[in-house]
């Protein structure tokens, strides 16, 4: 069942959301060869906490962090560690959620460290773009298989491939929450989209294959040909006048 929220409902999910977008904004600025992803993690689970808000994926199924920092080949679900430096050339990926105020948020986004090669910063560029072709489509009277179609298009067309294995989804009580937002599809298919659904559409890219593994952590996603991937979400509530995206600073 998908849940339709009030004005006032999205209202709570936008400050959740800002809180996010503000650490992740943070969090990009301590982005640095040098800094371990085992200090980015304590970093956002302070200034969550300092906010009032409770890092949202902290013990979600058992995951250990309260940050998800995927680097490289590292699709998502990357676990941090005080032993892994980034260094120049790397891309990295921070997902951040917060529970605050009985709604949640949830957001990514992927930067270079220091300098990238030009391949690395197209696939960075892509992702984002492919994301936001989708939440152009985040509108009442489309379907869900006009996101998907939207990202998939955009992203192949710059010779990229979408992962199948992990979706989107919807967000509000819970971090999780139907309709799952796969980022390949037809337009047209799929669920009517309607005003109050806030859903948390997150492309994640691949450089090769779309094809991807999970390690024996059990948690790290990363891609099969070990070529890199990129990923940007954002939380967006549907609304009369179109999309409205959640997750910015604020
Ligand atoms: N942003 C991810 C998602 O939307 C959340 C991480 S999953 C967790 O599914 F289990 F690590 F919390
Ligand atoms: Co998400």
Redesign the pocket.
């Known amino acids: 069942m998908i849940v339709l929220k009030t004005s006032e409902e999205i209202g709570r999910i936008r400050e959740s959301n800002h809180i996010v977008a503000n650490i992740l904004s943070a969090l990009r600025e301590k982005v640095k060869p040098g800094i371990t992803t085992g200090e980015l993690d304590t970093y956002s689970e302070e200034l969550a906490r300092k906010r009032g808000a409770i890092p949202?994926?902290k013990g979600?199924?058992g995951?250990p962090y309260s940050l998800?920092i995927s680097v490289n080949s590292e699709v998502?679900?990357g676990l941090p560690s005080y032993e892994r430096a980034l260094v120049s050339g790397d891309i990295v990926s921070l997902?951040f959620?917060v529970y605050y105020n009985g709604y949640y948020g949830?957001a990514?986004l992927t930067v270079p460290v220091g300098d990238v090669s030009v391949e690395a910063a197209r696939l960075i560029g892509i992702t984002e773009r492919g994301l936001y072709e989708g939440i152009r489509q985040a509108k009442a009277g489309n379907r869900l298989g006009d996101i998907s179609a939207a990202v998939q298009g955009c992203v192949e067309a710059a010779g990229f491939s979408v992962v199948r294995d992990?979706v989107?989804?919807g967000i509000g009580k819970n971090?999780?929450e139907e309709p799952q937002i796969p980022n390949y599809g037809v337009r047209g298919r799929g669920v009517e989209l309607k005003a109050g659904m806030v859903l948390?559409i997150?492309p994640m890219v691949n450089e090769g294959t779309y094809k991807v593994k999970v390690l024996e952590n059990g948690?790290t996603v990363v891609t099969e040909d070990g070529k890199l991937s990129a990923h940007f979400?954002h939380s967006v509530a549907i609304t009369k006048n179109g999309p409205d995206i959640l997750s910015v600073m604020q």
């Open positions: 949202a994926f979600y199924m995951y998800c998502v679900h997902d959620g949830d990514a992990f989107g989804h971090l999780h948390a997150e948690w979400e």
